[in-house]
């Protein structure tokens, strides 16, 4: 496993971008695929956004054209970019890490996660 911290969450207006990072501890950062999950109140944690190996990037509908991932491998950090942003993108966001380098979709890919950080849109 890896460790992992997260940071750049804070409150911004709807319309509004926030940058979030994930920096990972060790010497193999470029062996995993990393994805960005999100928790709402009351709510399941549902996929944002993962990237590959090889840097293929995937995402969900509900971000697709405002949200970007990439990774930085010789700085251990994978970050998420987001732009006009949303009430309904509240939530806690998550970064996680897996050896797996498909199906990145799902949580159940994913064996070391972060503490989370909190996005909260206003309206």
């Known amino acids: 496993q890896v460790q992992l911290v997260e940071s750049g969450g804070g409150l911004v207006q709807a319309g509004g971008s926030l940058r979030l990072s994930c920096t990972a501890s060790?010497?193999?950062?470029?062996?995993?695929?990393m994805g960005w999950f999100r928790q709402a109140p009351g709510k399941e944690r549902e996929f944002v956004a993962a990237?590959?190996?090889?840097?293929?990037?995937y995402y969900a509908d509900s971000v697709k054209g405002r949200f970007t991932i990439s990774r930085d491998n010789a700085k251990n950090t994978v970050y998420l970019q987001m732009n006009s942003l949303k009430p309904e993108d509240t939530a806690v966001y998550y970064c996680a890490a897996t050896t797996f380098n498909t199906f990145l979709t799902t949580t159940l890919r994913y064996d070391s996660w972060g503490q989370g950080t909190q996005v909260t849109v206003s309206s």
């Open positions: 990237i590959s190996r090889g840097s293929i990037t």
């Open positions: 060790g010497r193999t950062f470029s062996s995993y695929a």
